[in-house]
C-alpha cells in the first residue's frame, strides 16, 4: 500500500473522540479513519498517568498493526499525560489535541484572557496553560476548570436534556467571573453539547472546539509530509473496546449518517 | 492475632461501599473494618465481566494480607459479576450484596412486584430476577432499569443538587408505570441519595437499602461462624487506589464522623 492511501488512526476513551472524526472527514473527505473508542475503560479523567499512559500505547499498537500513517489522540486527557511516551514508542507521527486547542484559543482571545474546561486530569496537568505560554510571547491570564460529569452525561446520550443543561450552569456559573472571553472546550465530548455551553456562558465568550482546530493541523501536517491522500471518498472503521451496539447507535447520533458496523476489540 | 479479633475486609468501585461500611459499624460497633475503594477504576458498572473480576480478585487478595476474617463485596456489579470466582480463589468466606437485598425485597413487597436499579451491568447480568427466584418459591415480578449516571454523580458530591433530583426523574418517572410497591438500591452508591429517589418514587414504594440487608446479613454469618467480636470500639482503616484526598472529604460526609486518613493502594 501506498503511505499515503493509508488510514489516520484516531483514538479516545469513549464516543468523544468522533468529534474530531468528523471535523477530519469533512475537511479531508477522501482519507481513510481508523477510530478506537476505549469503551471498556472510559473515563480516562480520573484515572492515573501511568493507566492512561498504559491504555494509550496499547491502543496505539493496535493502530499500527492497521497500517495506520498517522495517530490523532482524539483526547485531552491522553493527550496531557501520554503524548511525549506515545512519541516515544510509535513509529508513526502521533497528534495531541492541547497544542492546536491552545493554538485556536491564542488567535481568538481579544483581551487575553482564556478559560478552558476539562476532565479533572486534563485540568490538573496544566497542559493548556503550559502550551499557550509556549506558542505564544505574550502574557496570557488562562483559567482551568474541571467539569467530571459532562464526559458520562455526553456517554450517556442526554445531550438535550435539562438535566445537561442544569449540570453546565452548575460548573461554569462560577467561571463567568474570571472575565475570559474566549474558552476551550478542553475534551473531545464537549462539542457534542457545545450548544448548551455555549448558551450558559453567553454571546460575549467564544468557544474553541478543539475538533475543528486539530483537523486543521492535522492537514498541515500530511501535507508537510506529503501524505495527503487525494480522490475518492475514504472509508471509515470503528472499533470498540466495549458494548459496540451502544457505541453504534451513539455514534450515528454525533456523525449524523449511520455507519456498517463497531467492532469489538479487546486487549488481554 | 485470634481470629475473632481479626477485622472485616470491605471493598467496591469507590466510595458508595461506605454505606455498607457504615451500616456495619452502627450494628457491630466492636468489629474492626479494612475498606478499600477503587477510585482509580471506578465505574465498575460499564466493564466486563472479566474486568470486574480481576480488579476484585487483585483487592481481594490484598484484604487477605490485612488479615481479615471475611470480605464483604459491597459493589453490586461486582457481586453480580465476581462472587464465584471470589468464592474459589479467596481463603476466607466472601459475602456479596444481591442475596440479602433480594431476601429483604421478598420481605418488603405486599404485591409480589419488584424493582430494581442498578448499573447496567447488574441489571443485564439478571442477578437480582436469579436471586429473587432463588431465594422464594412464591412467584414475583422483577423489573430492572440501570441508571448509569448515578455513580458518577455521587462520586462528584452532588446528593442534594437539583441536577442530581433531575437525574432521577428521568431515570425513575418511567418505572413508576410498572406496579411495583418495592424498590432495591440495587448499587451501594445509591442510599446515598436515597431519600431523592424516595421524593421521585413517592410513599406508595418502599425502599430496599441493601446496605442495611447486607449488615444483618454479616452479622449472622460471623455469629454462625464463632467469629462475632465484642467489647471496646472496633478501628477503621480506609485504602483507595486514587486522589485518597478527595476520597476522605466525600468519606466524611457519608460517614458523618471524620477519620485519621485515607492511603493510597495502587496496584501494578
Redesign the interface.
Known amino acids: 500500500m501506498d503511505n499515503t492511501d493509508k488510514p489516520i488512526g484516531i483514538f479516545d476513551s469513549g464516543i468523544g473522540g468522533l468529534t474530531v472524526l468528523r471535523a477530519i472527514a469533512r475537511k479531508m473527505p477522501s482519507e481513510s479513519l481508523v477510530y478506537f473508542g476505549d469503551?471498556?475503560?472510559?473515563p480516562y479523567g480520573?484515572?492515573?498517568a501511568e493507566?492512561v499512559t498504559h491504555y494509550s500505547l496499547t491502543i496505539a499498537r493496535f493502530l499500527v498493526k492497521q497500517k495506520v500513517k498517522m495517530i490523532v489522540v482524539a483526547c485531552n486527557t491522553a493527550s496531557a499525560l501520554a503524548l511525549e511516551e506515545l512519541r516515544r514508542q510509535i513509529p508513526v507521527p502521533v497528534i495531541g489535541v492541547i497544542e492546536p486547542g491552545a493554538a485556536a484559543a491564542i488567535k481568538a482571545t481579544r483581551n487575553r484572557n482564556i478559560a478552558v474546561i476539562g476532565t479533572e486530569k486534563t485540568i490538573n496537568s496544566g497542559a493548556y496553560k503550559a502550551a499557550v505560554r509556549k506558542l505564544s510571547r505574550q502574557r496570557h491570564e488562562v483559567t482551568g476548570l474541571a467539569c467530571?460529569?459532562f464526559v458520562?452525561?455526553v456517554?450517556?446520550g442526554?445531550w438535550k436534556?435539562?438535566?445537561t443543561l442544569?449540570?453546565a450552569r452548575?460548573y461554569l456559573n462560577p467561571l463567568k467571573t474570571c472575565g475570559a472571553d474566549t474558552l476551550i472546550l478542553g475534551c473531545t465530548h464537549y462539542p457534542v453539547i457545545k450548544d448548551m455551553i455555549g448558551k450558559v456562558m453567553g454571546p460575549g465568550v467564544s468557544l474553541v472546539d478543539s475538533a475543528e482546530a486539530i483537523a486543521g493541523e492535522v492537514e498541515w501536517r500530511l501535507e508537510a509530509q506529503g501524505l495527503r491522500r487525494r480522490g475518492r471518498k475514504g472509508g471509515v472503521e470503528i472499533f470498540a473496546s466495549?458494548?459496540p451496539a451502544r457505541f453504534r447507535r451513539l455514534a450515528k447520533n454525533i456523525l449524523g449518517t449511520p455507519f456498517k458496523e463497531v467492532t469489538l476489540k479487546?486487549f488481554d
Chains 1, 2 share one sequence.
Open positions: 469503551t471498556a475503560h472510559v480520573s484515572k492515573s493507566t467530571p460529569l458520562p452525561l456517554e450517556e442526554w436534556k435539562e438535566v442544569l449540570a452548575e466495549d458494548d479487546t
